[in-house]
Protein backbone atom coordinates (compact mmCIF):
# COMPACT_ATOMS: atom_id res chain seq x y z
CA UNK A 1 0.00 0.00 0.00
CA UNK A 2 1.47 3.27 -1.08
CA UNK A 3 1.97 5.77 1.67
CA UNK A 4 -1.23 8.15 1.40
CA UNK A 5 -0.59 11.64 0.07
CA UNK A 6 -1.64 14.95 2.95
CA UNK A 7 -4.96 15.87 2.70
CA UNK A 8 -6.37 12.96 1.42
CA UNK A 9 -9.50 11.57 2.88
CA UNK A 10 -10.45 14.27 5.63
CA UNK A 11 -12.00 13.19 9.02
CA UNK A 12 -15.35 13.90 10.32
CA UNK A 13 -15.33 16.42 13.14
CA UNK A 14 -15.61 14.63 16.33
CA UNK A 15 -17.34 16.47 19.39
CA UNK A 16 -15.60 17.42 22.34
CA UNK A 17 -16.62 15.61 25.44
CA UNK A 18 -17.03 17.90 28.10
CA UNK A 19 -15.64 16.03 31.85
CA UNK A 20 -15.97 16.08 35.41
CA UNK A 21 -12.81 17.81 37.09
CA UNK A 22 -12.31 19.11 40.61
CA UNK A 23 -9.74 21.96 40.11
CA UNK A 24 -8.33 25.08 42.48
CA UNK A 25 -10.94 27.05 40.56
CA UNK A 26 -14.14 25.72 41.33
CA UNK A 27 -15.64 21.95 41.32
CA UNK A 28 -17.23 21.08 37.98
CA UNK A 29 -20.35 18.60 38.57
CA UNK A 30 -21.43 16.51 35.29
CA UNK A 31 -24.97 16.89 36.27
CA UNK A 32 -24.86 20.53 37.09
CA UNK A 33 -28.05 22.84 35.84
CA UNK A 34 -26.93 25.51 33.28
CA UNK A 35 -26.02 29.06 35.33
CA UNK A 36 -28.73 31.52 34.87
CA UNK A 37 -26.72 33.79 33.12
CA UNK A 38 -26.26 30.99 30.59
CA UNK A 39 -29.97 29.98 30.17
CA UNK A 40 -30.18 33.87 29.04
CA UNK A 41 -27.98 33.49 26.46
CA UNK A 42 -29.12 30.13 25.62
CA UNK A 43 -32.52 30.96 25.59
CA UNK A 44 -31.96 34.05 22.94
CA UNK A 45 -30.08 31.94 20.83
CA UNK A 46 -32.66 29.22 20.28
CA UNK A 47 -35.60 32.62 19.96
CA UNK A 48 -33.60 33.78 16.91
CA UNK A 49 -32.80 30.15 15.33
CA UNK A 50 -36.53 30.12 15.52
CA UNK A 51 -37.64 32.79 14.08
CA UNK A 52 -34.97 32.18 11.19
CA UNK A 53 -36.90 28.78 10.88
CA UNK A 54 -40.04 30.57 10.76
CA UNK A 55 -39.14 32.85 7.65
CA UNK A 56 -37.22 29.91 6.17
CA UNK A 57 -34.23 32.42 6.44
CA UNK A 58 -30.91 29.96 6.38
CA UNK A 59 -27.92 30.83 8.95
CA UNK A 60 -25.15 33.28 7.70
CA UNK A 61 -21.66 33.12 8.95
CA UNK A 62 -20.61 34.58 12.38
CA UNK A 63 -17.57 35.95 10.60
CA UNK A 64 -16.83 35.86 6.78
CA UNK A 65 -13.79 37.25 5.92
CA UNK A 66 -12.96 37.79 2.03
CA UNK A 67 -9.60 38.49 0.08
CA UNK A 68 -8.36 40.07 3.67
CA UNK A 69 -5.05 41.49 3.44
CA UNK A 70 -3.14 43.91 5.74
CA UNK A 71 -0.18 45.73 4.93
CA UNK A 72 2.34 48.40 7.14
CA UNK A 73 4.26 49.88 4.88
CA UNK A 74 6.05 47.44 3.12
CA UNK A 75 5.30 44.82 5.30
CA UNK A 76 2.53 42.69 4.10
CA UNK A 77 1.06 41.06 7.41
CA UNK A 78 -1.52 38.59 5.90
CA UNK A 79 -2.40 38.28 2.18
CA UNK A 80 -5.59 37.12 0.40
CA UNK A 81 -7.55 35.80 3.85
CA UNK A 82 -10.69 33.91 2.69
CA UNK A 83 -12.35 32.14 6.00
CA UNK A 84 -16.15 31.23 7.15
CA UNK A 85 -16.40 30.80 10.52
CA UNK A 86 -20.02 28.96 11.54
CA UNK A 87 -22.65 30.51 14.16
CA UNK A 88 -21.98 28.65 17.50
CA UNK A 89 -18.41 27.42 16.92
CA UNK A 90 -15.32 27.57 18.56
CA UNK A 91 -12.48 28.79 15.95
CA UNK A 92 -9.19 28.98 16.60
CA UNK A 93 -6.69 31.03 14.80
CA UNK A 94 -3.16 28.69 15.16
CA UNK A 95 0.30 29.82 14.21
CA UNK A 96 4.05 31.04 15.03
CA UNK A 97 4.83 33.99 15.75
CA UNK A 98 4.73 36.46 12.90
CA UNK A 99 1.99 34.31 10.99
CA UNK A 100 -0.79 37.28 10.81
CA UNK A 101 -3.45 35.34 13.76
CA UNK A 102 -3.58 38.46 15.71
CA UNK A 103 -3.64 41.31 12.85
CA UNK A 104 -6.69 38.95 11.51
CA UNK A 105 -7.93 39.25 14.63
CA UNK A 106 -7.74 43.03 15.02
CA UNK A 107 -9.36 43.77 11.98
CA UNK A 108 -11.92 41.10 12.76
CA UNK A 109 -12.58 43.58 15.76
CA UNK A 110 -12.30 46.54 13.84
CA UNK A 111 -8.82 47.67 15.61
CA UNK A 112 -7.17 47.74 11.99
CA UNK A 113 -8.89 48.82 8.98
CA UNK A 114 -7.99 45.99 5.83
CA UNK A 115 -5.60 47.58 3.20
CA UNK A 116 -8.46 45.31 1.18
CA UNK A 117 -11.05 42.66 1.59
CA UNK A 118 -13.98 42.78 3.25
CA UNK A 119 -15.00 41.47 6.65
CA UNK A 120 -19.00 40.69 7.66
CA UNK A 121 -20.45 39.74 10.73
CA UNK A 122 -23.87 37.40 10.45
CA UNK A 123 -23.69 39.09 6.65
CA UNK A 124 -23.48 42.23 7.43
CA UNK A 125 -20.53 44.34 5.87
CA UNK A 126 -19.07 46.03 8.91
CA UNK A 127 -15.37 46.68 6.75
CA UNK A 128 -15.42 50.50 7.45
CA UNK A 129 -17.73 49.98 11.27
CA UNK A 130 -16.23 50.96 14.31
CA UNK A 131 -15.11 48.71 16.84
CA UNK A 132 -18.06 50.10 19.14
CA UNK A 133 -20.41 49.55 16.71
CA UNK A 134 -19.95 45.87 15.88
CA UNK A 135 -21.95 43.21 17.77
CA UNK A 136 -18.28 41.65 19.60
CA UNK A 137 -16.07 41.73 22.63
CA UNK A 138 -12.32 40.40 23.10
CA UNK A 139 -10.55 39.64 25.77
CA UNK A 140 -7.04 40.67 25.94
CA UNK A 141 -4.26 38.29 27.30
CA UNK A 142 -3.22 40.58 30.20
CA UNK A 143 -6.73 41.00 31.04
CA UNK A 144 -7.00 44.72 31.01
CA UNK A 145 -9.02 45.68 34.07
CA UNK A 146 -8.80 48.59 35.91
CA UNK A 147 -6.69 48.31 39.09
CA UNK A 148 -9.01 50.52 41.17
CA UNK A 149 -12.26 49.47 40.59
CA UNK A 150 -14.08 46.12 42.04
CA UNK A 151 -14.82 42.78 40.61
CA UNK A 152 -18.44 44.00 39.90
CA UNK A 153 -17.52 47.37 39.12
CA UNK A 154 -14.86 46.19 36.13
CA UNK A 155 -17.57 43.92 34.75
CA UNK A 156 -20.55 46.44 34.69
CA UNK A 157 -18.42 49.31 33.25
CA UNK A 158 -19.90 49.10 29.71
CA UNK A 159 -23.10 49.35 31.23
CA UNK A 160 -22.35 52.29 33.04
CA UNK A 161 -20.76 53.84 30.07
CA UNK A 162 -23.99 52.97 27.86
CA UNK A 163 -26.16 54.26 30.67
CA UNK A 164 -27.70 51.25 32.02
CA UNK A 165 -30.05 51.69 34.65
CA UNK A 166 -28.04 51.12 37.97
CA UNK A 167 -30.95 48.20 39.31
CA UNK A 168 -30.66 46.46 35.25
CA UNK A 169 -27.10 46.85 35.89
CA UNK A 170 -26.97 44.69 38.64
CA UNK A 171 -28.38 42.09 37.98
CA UNK A 172 -26.70 41.67 34.90
CA UNK A 173 -23.54 41.78 36.97
CA UNK A 174 -24.81 39.12 39.56
CA UNK A 175 -25.86 37.16 36.36
CA UNK A 176 -22.70 37.06 34.35
CA UNK A 177 -20.37 36.65 37.73
CA UNK A 178 -22.53 33.43 38.43
CA UNK A 179 -21.66 32.01 34.99
CA UNK A 180 -18.54 32.34 35.62
CA UNK A 181 -18.58 30.90 38.99
CA UNK A 182 -17.57 34.26 40.62
CA UNK A 183 -20.20 35.10 42.88
CA UNK A 184 -19.67 36.57 45.60
CA UNK A 185 -16.47 38.30 44.67
CA UNK A 186 -18.32 41.34 43.49
CA UNK A 187 -16.72 43.72 45.95
CA UNK A 188 -13.12 42.39 45.53
CA UNK A 189 -10.30 44.19 43.74
CA UNK A 190 -8.16 42.57 40.68
CA UNK A 191 -5.03 42.46 43.32
CA UNK A 192 -6.81 40.02 45.71
CA UNK A 193 -7.76 37.56 43.14
CA UNK A 194 -5.52 34.54 41.31
CA UNK A 195 -4.62 34.63 37.96
CA UNK A 196 -7.53 32.41 36.60
CA UNK A 197 -10.16 34.07 38.89
CA UNK A 198 -8.73 37.74 36.82
CA UNK A 199 -9.11 35.70 33.64
CA UNK A 200 -12.65 34.92 34.94
CA UNK A 201 -13.47 38.37 35.85
CA UNK A 202 -12.25 39.66 31.94
CA UNK A 203 -14.39 37.02 30.35
CA UNK A 204 -17.38 38.05 32.08
CA UNK A 205 -16.51 42.25 31.73
CA UNK A 206 -16.37 40.50 27.81
CA UNK A 207 -19.99 38.39 28.10
CA UNK A 208 -21.80 41.27 30.01
CA UNK A 209 -23.17 42.58 26.52
CA UNK A 210 -23.84 39.71 25.30
CA UNK A 211 -22.15 39.69 22.12
CA UNK A 212 -22.58 37.34 19.20
CA UNK A 213 -19.14 36.58 18.96
CA UNK A 214 -16.26 36.53 21.18
CA UNK A 215 -12.61 37.28 20.43
CA UNK A 216 -9.98 36.10 22.79
CA UNK A 217 -6.25 36.82 22.46
CA UNK A 218 -4.25 34.50 23.66
CA UNK A 219 -6.20 34.76 26.91
CA UNK A 220 -3.99 32.22 28.90
CA UNK A 221 -0.29 33.00 28.13
CA UNK A 222 0.12 34.23 31.12
CA UNK A 223 -1.33 31.38 33.49
CA UNK A 224 1.45 28.20 34.05
CA UNK A 225 0.54 25.10 32.71
CA UNK A 226 -1.57 23.65 35.34
CA UNK A 227 -3.99 26.86 35.47
CA UNK A 228 -4.08 27.15 32.02
CA UNK A 229 -5.17 23.61 31.46
CA UNK A 230 -8.11 24.24 33.92
CA UNK A 231 -9.05 27.22 32.22
CA UNK A 232 -9.42 25.32 28.77
CA UNK A 233 -12.00 23.03 30.86
CA UNK A 234 -13.40 26.91 31.73
CA UNK A 235 -13.73 27.96 28.82
CA UNK A 236 -14.95 25.53 26.71
CA UNK A 237 -17.98 25.10 29.20
CA UNK A 238 -18.68 28.76 29.21
CA UNK A 239 -18.72 28.73 25.30
CA UNK A 240 -21.06 25.78 25.08
CA UNK A 241 -23.12 27.27 27.73
CA UNK A 242 -23.51 30.45 25.85
CA UNK A 243 -24.14 29.34 22.57
CA UNK A 244 -22.03 32.14 20.66
CA UNK A 245 -19.37 32.13 18.35
CA UNK A 246 -15.48 32.10 19.73
CA UNK A 247 -12.68 32.92 17.54
CA UNK A 248 -9.64 31.87 20.03
CA UNK A 249 -5.72 33.29 18.83
CA UNK A 250 -3.16 30.73 20.04
CA UNK A 251 0.79 29.52 19.21
CA UNK A 252 -0.20 27.01 21.46
CA UNK A 253 -1.18 23.63 19.33
CA UNK A 254 -2.04 21.54 22.41
CA UNK A 255 -4.83 24.18 23.31
CA UNK A 256 -5.49 24.55 19.77
CA UNK A 257 -6.59 20.98 19.62
CA UNK A 258 -7.83 20.35 23.15
CA UNK A 259 -10.78 23.43 22.47
CA UNK A 260 -11.44 23.70 18.98
CA UNK A 261 -14.42 22.41 16.64
CA UNK A 262 -12.18 23.96 14.18
CA UNK A 263 -8.86 25.72 13.42
CA UNK A 264 -7.10 27.59 10.87
CA UNK A 265 -3.10 27.07 10.52
CA UNK A 266 -1.67 30.23 10.08
CA UNK A 267 1.77 30.56 8.20
CA UNK A 268 3.61 33.54 6.62
CA UNK A 269 0.46 35.49 6.38
CA UNK A 270 -1.65 32.99 4.76
CA UNK A 271 -4.27 30.55 5.97
CA UNK A 272 -2.32 26.85 5.31
CA UNK A 273 -5.22 24.69 6.23
CA UNK A 274 -8.61 24.67 8.06
CA UNK A 275 -10.13 21.93 9.79
CA UNK A 276 -11.64 20.07 12.45
CA UNK A 277 -8.39 18.90 15.46
CA UNK A 278 -8.06 15.67 14.08
CA UNK A 279 -8.13 16.71 10.28
CA UNK A 280 -5.13 19.00 11.21
CA UNK A 281 -3.37 16.44 12.63
CA UNK A 282 -4.14 13.36 10.68
CA UNK A 283 -4.18 14.57 7.83
CA UNK A 284 -2.01 18.00 7.31
CA UNK A 285 -2.58 19.66 4.09
CA UNK A 286 0.90 21.06 3.59
CA UNK A 287 4.49 20.19 5.14
CA UNK A 288 4.57 23.37 7.09
CA UNK A 289 1.27 22.24 8.79
CA UNK A 290 2.93 18.62 9.25
CA UNK A 291 5.94 19.94 10.79
CA UNK A 292 3.72 22.94 13.04
CA UNK A 293 1.39 21.04 14.50
CA UNK A 294 2.67 17.90 16.49
CA UNK A 295 6.10 16.05 16.24
CA UNK A 296 6.71 14.56 13.27
CA UNK A 297 10.40 12.58 11.89
CA UNK A 298 10.96 13.93 8.50
CA UNK A 299 12.28 10.97 5.83
CA UNK A 300 13.89 12.02 2.20
CA UNK A 301 16.79 11.65 0.16
CA UNK A 302 18.32 7.98 0.61
CA UNK A 303 16.57 7.66 3.73
CA UNK A 304 13.30 7.49 1.87
CA UNK A 305 14.47 5.33 -0.90
CA UNK A 306 15.86 2.73 2.13
CA UNK A 307 12.54 2.71 4.17
CA UNK A 308 9.69 3.58 1.66
CA UNK A 309 11.20 1.91 -1.35
CA UNK A 310 11.10 5.24 -3.41
CA UNK A 311 12.20 8.59 -3.57
CA UNK A 312 10.18 11.80 -2.37
CA UNK A 313 9.77 13.95 1.32
CA UNK A 314 7.48 11.70 3.68
CA UNK A 315 6.58 11.91 7.76
CA UNK A 316 5.82 10.08 10.54
CA UNK A 317 4.28 10.73 13.80
CA UNK A 318 6.46 9.76 16.93
CA UNK A 319 3.59 7.60 18.77
CA UNK A 320 3.19 5.68 14.80
CA UNK A 321 6.72 4.11 15.92
CA UNK A 322 7.00 0.90 17.29
CA UNK A 323 10.18 -0.31 19.18
CA UNK A 324 10.77 -3.97 18.48
CA UNK A 325 13.70 -6.42 18.78
CA UNK A 326 15.94 -6.33 15.77
CA UNK A 327 15.15 -9.87 15.11
CA UNK A 328 11.50 -9.35 15.65
CA UNK A 329 9.35 -10.49 12.70
CA UNK A 330 7.90 -7.27 10.07
CA UNK A 331 4.90 -7.58 8.27
CA UNK A 332 5.12 -7.39 4.63
CA UNK A 333 2.60 -3.72 4.39
CA UNK A 334 5.60 -2.38 7.54
CA UNK A 335 7.98 0.08 7.09
CA UNK A 336 10.98 -0.84 9.04
CA UNK A 337 14.42 0.45 9.81
CA UNK A 338 17.05 -0.91 12.71
CA UNK A 339 18.90 1.89 14.40
CA UNK A 340 20.92 2.22 17.77
CA UNK A 341 18.53 4.51 20.53
CA UNK A 342 21.24 7.65 20.93
CA UNK A 343 19.33 9.53 23.70
CA UNK A 344 16.21 8.59 26.05
CA UNK A 345 13.80 11.56 27.55
CA UNK A 346 11.51 9.99 30.18
CA UNK A 347 7.98 12.53 30.55
CA UNK A 348 6.32 10.82 32.96
CA UNK A 349 3.82 9.96 31.34
CA UNK A 350 5.56 8.76 27.92
CA UNK A 351 9.19 8.13 27.22
CA UNK A 352 10.59 9.98 23.80
CA UNK A 353 13.33 7.85 22.25
CA UNK A 354 16.30 9.54 19.50
CA UNK A 355 16.79 6.35 17.15
CA UNK A 356 19.86 7.05 14.95
CA UNK A 357 19.22 5.49 12.07
CA UNK A 358 21.77 6.58 9.61
CA UNK A 359 25.01 8.62 10.25
CA UNK A 360 23.52 11.92 10.44
CA UNK A 361 20.26 11.35 10.90
CA UNK A 362 17.29 10.21 13.59
CA UNK A 363 14.17 9.27 14.37
CA UNK A 364 12.31 10.30 17.03
CA UNK A 365 9.90 7.67 18.73
CA UNK A 366 7.14 8.22 21.75
CA UNK A 367 5.95 5.40 24.02
CA UNK A 368 3.06 5.38 26.90
CA UNK A 369 5.00 4.47 29.63
CA UNK A 370 1.72 1.45 30.19
CA UNK A 371 3.86 -0.81 32.31
CA UNK A 372 7.50 0.41 32.03
CA UNK A 373 8.99 2.80 34.18
CA UNK A 374 12.09 5.15 33.87
CA UNK A 375 14.63 2.43 34.78
CA UNK A 376 13.66 0.39 31.78
CA UNK A 377 13.42 2.65 29.74
CA UNK A 378 17.10 4.41 30.84
CA UNK A 379 18.17 0.17 30.20
CA UNK A 380 17.71 0.86 26.60
CA UNK A 381 20.31 3.34 26.02
CA UNK A 382 22.73 2.49 22.99
CA UNK A 383 21.16 -0.91 22.20
CA UNK A 384 20.32 -2.13 18.43
CA UNK A 385 17.19 -1.75 17.92
CA UNK A 386 14.43 -2.05 15.15
CA UNK A 387 11.64 0.69 14.27
CA UNK A 388 8.30 -0.23 12.68
CA UNK A 389 4.92 1.43 12.06
CA UNK A 390 2.31 0.61 9.15
CA UNK A 391 2.95 1.94 6.09
CA UNK A 392 -0.44 3.93 5.21
CA UNK A 393 0.36 5.96 8.29
CA UNK A 394 3.31 7.64 6.61
CA UNK A 395 2.21 10.78 4.67
CA UNK A 396 3.92 11.88 1.30
CA UNK A 397 4.56 15.27 1.66
CA UNK A 398 3.90 18.09 -1.38
CA UNK A 399 6.21 20.49 -2.79
CA UNK A 400 5.33 23.07 0.29
CA UNK A 401 3.89 26.36 0.77
CA UNK A 402 4.91 29.95 1.50
CA UNK A 403 4.79 29.69 5.15
CA UNK A 404 7.64 26.03 4.09
CA UNK A 405 9.26 28.43 1.75
CA UNK A 406 10.25 31.04 4.61
CA UNK A 407 11.14 28.73 7.09
CA UNK A 408 13.32 27.56 4.60
CA UNK A 409 14.88 30.74 3.61
CA UNK A 410 15.10 31.63 7.39
CA UNK A 411 17.34 28.42 8.15
Request: charged share 25%.
Amino acid sequence: MAPRPLGAHAMPSQALASRPTRSRIGLRKPSRAPSLGNQVLARENLTESREREATGATTPAAVSLDGLTKRFGTNVAISGITLDIRDGEFFSLLGPSGSGKTTTLRLIAGFERPTSGTVRLHGRDVTNVPPFERNVNTVFQDYALFPHMTVGENVGYSLRVRRVPRRQRAGRVAEVLETMRLGGFESRKPSELSGGQRQRVALARALINRPRVLLLDEPLGALDTKLREEMQVELKDVQRGAGITFIFVTHDQHEALALSDRIAVFGAGHIEQVGTPAEIYERPATPFVAGFVGASNLIDGDLAVRIIGEHGRFMIRPEKIRIVRVDAPVAADACTVVGTVWDIVYLGAETAYVVAVAADRTLRVATQNVTSTATDAQAQQGREVRLVWQRDQTMALGSGSIADTHLEAEA
